[in-house]
């Protein structure tokens, strides 16, 4: 039997939120990609598996920190020292727009065992496994059809990207460079481990999303999150495993609805929902749906704050009543700027699918980041 790991959008470097690690002074959220990232290597040491596939976004940006270099590296390397290989290939997080630019990948190169693959299709062969690498890359289409299953040898494939589901992408992420692939071609292959798309999925019988290793949006919050194992078992059939990392809880409580409910009854509301989803070191957000404005103005700011201080990150969101936020919210504040913003994002078209949500929850995270002065 072979048993292959396959891992997939660990992002590491990625940070977010205010909230620093006691200790080590780092971001949280960036502490907590290396802790999920830690936890596979210790289980992977442990296991010994054929090989480990990293199906892209290693890294969280073509640049990623000092710090997030040396930390991948530290935990690659004990899988170089336990003797198991490990293939990588780069996803759009960590491919740079420019060639000139070079790839952080590049750093990888030369380590025994390690195999990273950044520019285009190439493979790689391990004992009787032949391994059908495709990074990230202008002309993914092409690079794919290069394929060739070898005979005889179990034959692995290797992607980053959406993938065309009866010629319409699905599993889109909604970044701006994200390449979206046809798989119908690909046949012939053992397994064609996926990476991109953040939910485990599987998308054949022979293809499958690992998904991302911690929860990086609240689009995310449903998912479970770790990592595949595939067993090629002898008989010439095969099993696929996941296996859950244990990462921070993320909550998306309920809304507050407050249509029909009096000023008293959605300041109760807010802070029963606050105390019942117990914060204390979990990502939340509450919407609140309908408040009035000067409902809004009348509530206890310092209070929320106080009874979410022990969050990693509590985000109240509001949205207001809509005949009064459109006459009132136009002077020209913080709030206004965001459901501006929102408006515009709704009408905002250019022709090729854009993921609105997805869109607007960047921008907005941007705005809170420029607010907090971060
Ligand atoms: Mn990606």
């Given at each position: 039997?072979?048993?292959?790991?396959?891992?997939?959008?660990?992002?590491?470097?990625?940070?977010?939120?205010r909230?620093?690690?006691?200790?080590?002074?780092?971001?949280?959220?960036?502490?907590?990609?290396y802790?999920?990232?830690?936890?596979?290597?210790?289980?992977t040491?442990?296991?010994?598996?054929?090989?480990?596939?990293?199906?892209?976004?290693?890294?969280?940006s073509?640049?990623?920190?000092?710090?997030?270099?040396?930390?991948?590296?530290?935990?690659?390397?004990?899988?170089?020292?336990?003797?198991?290989?490990?293939?990588a290939?780069?996803?759009?997080?960590?491919s740079?727009?420019?060639?000139?630019?070079?790839?952080?990948?590049?750093?990888?190169?030369?380590?025994?065992?390690?195999y990273?693959?950044?520019?285009?299709?190439?493979t790689?062969?391990?004992?009787?496994?032949?391994?059908?690498a495709?990074?990230?890359?202008d002309?993914?289409?092409?690079?794919?059809?290069?394929?060739?299953?070898?005979?005889?040898?179990?034959?692995?494939?290797?992607?980053?990207?959406?993938?065309?589901?009866?010629?319409?992408?699905?599993?889109?992420?909604?970044d701006?460079?994200?390449?979206?692939?046809?798989?119908?071609s690909?046949t012939?292959?053992d397994?064609?481990?996926?990476?991109?798309?953040?939910?485990?999925?599987?998308?054949?019988?022979?293809?499958?999303?690992?998904?991302?290793?911690?929860?990086?949006?609240?689009?995310?919050?449903?998912?479970?999150?770790?990592?595949?194992?595939?067993?090629?078992?002898?008989?010439?059939?095969?099993?696929?495993?996941?296996?859950?990392?244990?990462?921070?809880?993320?909550?998306?409580?309920e809304?507050?609805?407050?249509?029909?409910?009096?000023?008293?009854?959605?300041?109760?509301?807010?802070?029963?929902?606050?105390?019942e989803?117990?914060?204390?070191?979990?990502?939340?957000?509450?919407?609140?749906?309908?408040?009035?404005?000067?409902?809004?103005?009348s509530?206890?700011?310092?209070?929320?704050?106080?009874l979410?201080?022990?969050?990693?990150?509590?985000?109240?969101?509001?949205?207001?009543?809509?005949?009064?936020s459109?006459s009132?919210l136009?002077?020209?504040?913080?709030?206004?700027?965001?459901?501006?913003?929102?408006?515009?994002?709704?009408?905002?078209?250019t022709?090729?699918?854009?993921?609105?949500?997805?869109?607007?929850?960047?921008?907005?995270?941007?705005?809170?980041?420029?607010?907090?002065?971060?």
């Amino acid at each position: 039997m072979k048993r292959i790991f396959h891992i997939a959008d660990t992002h590491i470097g990625y940070t977010a939120y205010r909230r620093i690690e006691e200790g080590s002074g780092l971001n949280q959220r960036e502490v907590d990609t290396y802790n999920a990232f830690t936890q596979f290597i210790n289980f992977t040491v442990k296991e010994k598996p054929d090989a480990v596939l990293h199906a892209g976004d290693l890294f969280d940006s073509v640049r990623p920190t000092n710090r997030a270099i040396s930390f991948a590296l530290s935990q690659i390397l004990r899988l170089s020292e336990a003797g198991i290989p490990f293939v990588a290939i780069s996803g759009n997080h960590e491919s740079p727009r420019l060639k000139e630019t070079g790839s952080v990948f590049s750093l990888f190169e030369h380590i025994p065992g390690v195999y990273v693959v950044y520019e285009g299709y190439e493979t790689i062969e391990l004992d009787d496994m032949i391994i059908h690498a495709v990074p990230h890359c202008d002309d993914i289409e092409r690079e794919k059809e290069r394929i060739r299953p070898v005979k005889d040898r179990f034959n692995i494939g290797m992607l980053h990207a959406s993938i065309k589901v009866g010629g319409k992408p699905v599993f889109m992420m909604g970044d701006l460079n994200e390449q979206v692939v046809s798989i119908d071609s690909l046949t012939g292959l053992d397994y064609i481990a996926l990476g991109h798309y953040h939910s485990y999925t599987r998308v054949r019988g022979d293809a499958y999303y690992a998904g991302s290793t911690e929860r990086f949006s609240f689009g995310e919050v449903s998912d479970d999150k770790g990592f595949l194992e595939l067993r090629l078992l002898d008989d010439g059939t095969k099993e696929v495993i996941f296996h859950p990392l244990q990462i921070r809880e993320m909550v998306d409580l309920e809304p507050v609805v407050c249509d029909g409910l009096d000023a008293h009854a959605i300041k109760r509301a807010i802070k029963d929902r606050i105390i019942e989803c117990k914060p204390d070191n979990k990502v939340v957000r509450l919407r609140v749906l309908g408040i009035p404005l000067h409902v809004y103005h009348s509530l206890d700011f310092d209070e929320f704050k106080r009874l979410t201080k022990h969050a990693v990150h509590f985000e109240l969101k509001y949205e207001f009543k809509r005949d009064e936020s459109s006459s009132t919210l136009n002077k020209s504040t913080f709030r206004s700027l965001r459901s501006e913003f929102e408006r515009f994002i709704d009408k905002y078209t250019t022709g090729v699918q854009i993921d609105h949500k997805r869109l607007k929850e960047l921008g907005l995270e941007y705005m809170r980041d420029w607010e907090q002065g971060d």
